[in-house]
């Protein structure tokens, strides 16, 4: 497994306050490293620009990368679970009230060194910026999901395409 660069000046850790409210975040598993034909991996750089915090993990039904749609059905697709950490609980106010949901995640299982891919549904290669695919420098996803409903700290949607526990950065309101 390839150890991933340490956090660059901007990063400040957390405090000894923070650290203790703090919930941990454990990969969802193993970092996909198969290579196809055709695709070429760069040397990552030795340090991040930025820190993020994680606001809680994506509960779904897939445990592997093939199993994952392509892309989330907001109006059929299973229900999924978006666990909140609890010091975010005062965001929540309103959500209830919001049909669609823009969620913001972390692939934390894809590759971020590769700069040409070959797709396995058709083959071709193509620059890393000219896919949709979760292996980027910077693994973020964005999907546009249907709210189900809320209970506390569980925030229920459908439309995801995500493995089951991926961490979440953040939710917006997506208006029509």
Same mark, same amino acid.
């Given at each position: 497994?390839?150890?991933?660069?340490?956090?660059?000046?901007?990063?400040?850790?957390?405090?000894?306050?923070?650290?203790?409210?703090?919930?941990? *975040?454990?990969?969802?598993?193993? *970092?996909?490293?198969?290579?196809?034909?055709?695709?070429?991996?760069?040397?990552?750089?030795?340090?991040?620009?930025?820190?993020?915090?994680? *606001?809680?993990?994506?509960?779904?039904?897939?445990?592997?990368?093939?199993?994952?749609?392509?892309?989330?059905?907001?109006?059929?697709?299973?229900?999924?679970?978006?666990? *909140?950490?609890?010091?975010?609980?005062?965001?929540?106010?309103?959500?209830?009230?919001?049909?669609?949901?823009?969620?913001?995640?972390?692939?934390?299982?894809?590759?971020?060194?590769?700069?040409?891919?070959?797709?396995?549904?058709?083959?071709?290669?193509?620059?890393?910026?000219?896919?949709?695919?979760?292996?980027?420098?910077?693994?973020?996803?964005?999907?546009?999901?249907?709210?189900?409903?809320?209970?506390?700290?569980?925030?229920?949607?459908?439309?995801?395409?995500?493995?089951?526990?991926?961490?979440?950065?953040?939710?917006?309101?997506?208006?029509?």
């Amino acid at each position: 497994m390839r150890s991933l660069p340490q956090a660059g000046p901007s990063y400040a850790p957390p405090s000894e306050e923070e650290e203790e409210t703090m919930v941990e *975040i454990a990969p969802a598993g193993p *970092i996909d490293d198969d290579m196809r034909p055709g695709e070429k991996a760069v040397a990552l750089p030795e340090r991040f620009d930025a820190g993020l915090y994680f *606001i809680g993990r994506i509960r779904t039904p897939w445990t592997e990368r093939g199993s994952c749609p392509r892309r989330g059905d907001p109006e059929e697709g299973p229900v999924c679970t978006l666990e *909140i950490d609890p010091r975010w609980a005062e965001a929540l106010t309103g959500i209830a009230d919001c049909q669609r949901l823009q969620v913001l995640y972390w692939m934390n299982r894809a590759r971020r060194d590769l700069v040409l891919q070959s797709p396995r549904h058709d083959g071709d290669t193509r620059g890393t910026f000219a896919l949709r695919s979760p292996v980027r420098p910077n693994p973020v996803a964005s999907s546009v999901v249907r709210l189900v409903g809320v209970d506390g700290l569980r925030v229920q949607v459908r439309g995801l395409d995500c493995l089951d526990g991926t961490p979440l950065i953040d939710l917006k309101v997506q208006h029509d």
